[in-house]
């Protein structure tokens, strides 16, 4: 059957080549342009909540209210754009913030002040409280950290 | 040398799933199969119409299903959709076209395969599996005119299910049930949900495949006029793929339409529905509604109160009945009497139908 579809073919060709090589171009540029009028359409629809999460990541500074009257010794979660962050204000009455974000497979981390230390539930990753530097376990990179700025209503967090 | 190593490679493929899924026995098959040419092919296409749009229907109502949450958060998921989400209104403006479209031409091909006869033996299980698609098709507009949950829906519901409450006895109790409490509410909204996108299409594909494969396995029905004819006397082309190519074109023209009507004339979202709010003026049913609404009317007026509606109910029942056993009683390929009678049936149904559309219309506009 497929050598009878071929001579077929190459003898319409004969008859008429230009006319079926044009028809066929004609019929694929269409059938292209149909699939991208309906794929963008749905595209961009189902890209939609990442495209507003991308909106929301875009912001490059937060202000905690009255986060400056955080107890030392203690953490608050918050969101940074649309992901996990962490201020941390320290025993010694340091304050920093970082992403809450773990680096090796995204687990949102915890700072744990008696170990003095911000520890990965999900792989054993460790960091440094004060630096965010990976101490131990998987963690391929630090922390990202932010720049803190303490203001009479609140604590500003700031990209670095 | 090219040609032939891609031909030697086509083959190996054609070779490998043909030992494994019969490929030529499919083709086989689809050679044999046949479509009547004459004066009343147009009407064939009805059926691969409506197919297309229900597919449409398909697409379209999972990627709704992608951000629509039922319940209290109908109204306000719907509102996401319709402002907020790239393209959202297009595609709910496509969901809502395509779903008026597609009860048009089932409708078509309804009358179509009524008029040509098509019904008549051995395609009489055809026909029922058809009628009972029609009316599932019926019961997904009403559930999904709910979902949006704005004015228009929670009044259109409300009245729909006023209908079967007006039965005595069992009425109530039905009405309650499928409302989920005494009044249109989120309850409402969750298990229309569940029986739009679950329980209807768990019910409408088996019966569709079923409905297709009678048409494969009995072919295309010819009109009497035809039949009277000797068989070397009537024109067919072979399905694949002069029929097949002409099928697909109808469809580029239905996506065309649909494509139009979407775009050009979005589908509205109305205020959010609120028990208190009065019923906003003009409200009407859809049209493929307005019939049996106004038929409602008109016997409301000569017997006031439930009795017009159980009336009327009882009316649509007998009619129905009447409809879906037609093969029964004009099964013979010979005419006759039962031949006309049908025929005529047909014709009252038309008009009925028809006048009491326009007669809804004329009181609203």
């Not at chain 2, 992608?66 to 719907?78: I, M």
């Not at chain 2, 072979?238 to 002409?246: G, L, R």
């Not at chain 2, 019923?279 to 049996?292: K, L, S």
């Not at chain 2, 009795?307 to 029964?328: C, D, H, K, Q, Y």
């Amino acid at each position: 059957m497929s050598e009878l579809l071929t001579t077929k073919n190459v003898a319409a060709e004969e008859e008429h080549p230009t006319t079926r090589r044009v028809f066929l171009a004609g019929a694929t540029a269409a059938g292209v342009c149909y699939a991208a009028a309906l794929g963008y359409p749905i595209y961009r629809y189902l890209a939609s909540p990442a495209e507003m999460a991308a909106n929301e990541a875009a912001v490059t500074e937060v202000t905690l209210k009255d986060a400056q009257t955080l107890a030392p010794g203690s953490a608050l979660m918050f969101r940074f754009g649309s992901s996990p962050a962490m201020l941390i204000h320290g025993a010694d009455d340091s304050w920093v913030a970082f992403s809450a974000v773990c680096t090796h497979l995204g687990c949102t981390v915890q700072f744990e002040p008696q170990q003095n230390r911000i520890h990965c539930a999900c792989h054993g990753g460790v960091y440094d409280p004060h630096t965010g530097k990976n101490i131990s376990g998987p963690p391929p990179s630090p922390l990202t950290a932010y720049k803190v700025k303490l203001l009479p209503e609140g604590v500003m967090v700031s990209r670095a | 040398m090219k040609a032939d190593r891609n031909a030697t490679v086509g083959a190996t493929v054609y070779d490998w799933l043909d030992e494994r899924v019969g490929l030529t026995e499919a083709r086989e098959f689809a050679s044999h199969k046949r479509v009547p040419v004459h004066a009343q092919s147009f009407w064939y296409y009805w059926g691969g119409i409506s197919l297309f749009l229900f597919l449409i229907q398909i697409f379209t109502g999972i990627l709704l299903l992608v951000y629509y949450r039922p319940g209290a958060e109908a109204f306000e998921s719907v509102r996401q959709i319709t402002y907020v989400m790239h393209f959202g209104w297009l595609i709910r403006s496509a969901h809502s076209w395509a779903a008026n479209l597609f009860i048009f031409a089932i409708v078509v091909h309804m009358f179509s395969v009524y008029f040509m006869k098509a019904y008549r033996r051995p395609r009489e299980v055809g026909w029922f599996t058809g009628i009972a698609l029609v009316m599932l098709a019926a019961i997904f507009g009403f559930s999904g005119y709910l979902l949006p949950m704005d004015e228009l829906s929670y009044f259109a519901t409300k009245v729909g299910l006023q209908i079967p409450a007006s039965l005595p006895v069992v009425g109530p109790p039905i009405a309650t049930m499928l409302r989920g409490g005494p009044d249109v509410s989120q309850f409402t909204v969750q298990r229309f949900f569940a029986l739009h996108v679950v329980i209807l299409p768990l019910l409408f594909l088996p019966l569709l495949g079923l409905h297709l494969w009678l048409v494969q396995k009995h072919g295309n029905a010819i009109p009497p006029a035809e039949e009277a004819k000797p068989a070397n006397m009537r024109k067919s082309v072979p399905f694949f793929p002069n029929f097949m190519q002409k099928d697909l074109a109808m469809w580029l023209i239905t996506l065309n339409v649909l494509a139009l009507l979407a775009s050009l004339f979005p589908w509205d979202l109305g205020k959010q529905a609120d028990a208190l709010l009065p019923a906003p003026a003009g409200i009407h049913p859809e049209w493929y509604y307005m019939a049996p609404f106004q038929m409602l009317k008109i016997l409301g007026r000569w017997l006031p109160g439930a009795t017009g509606e159980i009336t009327g109910m009882l009316l649509f029942t007998a009619g129905l009945v009447l409809w879906v056993f037609i093969p029964l009683y004009d099964s013979e390929h010979t005419g006759g009497h039962r031949a006309r009678v049908a025929h005529y049936f047909g014709i009252f149904a038309v008009t009925a139908l028809i006048v009491t559309t326009a007669l809804g219309y004329w009181a609203i506009l």
